[in-house]
């Protein structure tokens, strides 16, 4: 596994899809602010909780860097296409599976099943994230297939011997 090509690739990859995100976000596509909320899990500081969040955005976009890097080792190849196939199925799982599940993780999420509380105060995703904005689907998607494309052209098999 290439540890640098990680590092390197991983952290690319990551700048990419956050500043995807962040244009959708300016541009009006979407609501969804994936480090804002990663940050408030661990701060109600909000100013705080978007260096703390765009931190652990930085690091789990190096910890599915490797997860890649295993897939294409497994393979025993990376392709453009490969990294891209594995971005959009990211991305359908994080709409799909981890979106619904962070109002029982987010300790100031409102829940889809309560109203606001006095603690709780950030919005829930709802389905496919469209709490955020009916665009916010096509906004992840593409973001996530272009850190997979990243990680696909540019990750390097290391030679066995």
Known sequence: MDRHGILLWGFAATLTLTTLLSGSRGLGLTRMDIPFMLG???????????????????????????????????????????????????????LTVLLPLLPGLHPRMVSDFAGPEPTRQLEPPGFLGLNYGYQTPLATLVAHFLYGLILGTFYRLQPSG
């Open 40 to 94: 408030t899990m661990v701060t109600p500081n909000r100013d705080r909780a978007k260096i703390v969040g765009f931190a652990m955005h930085v690091i789990t976009g190096w910890l599915f860097a490797s997860i890649y890097a295993l897939y294409f080792d497994a393979l025993g190849r990376s392709r453009p296409w490969l990294g891209a196939a594995m971005g959009l199925f990211q991305g359908t799982f994080v």
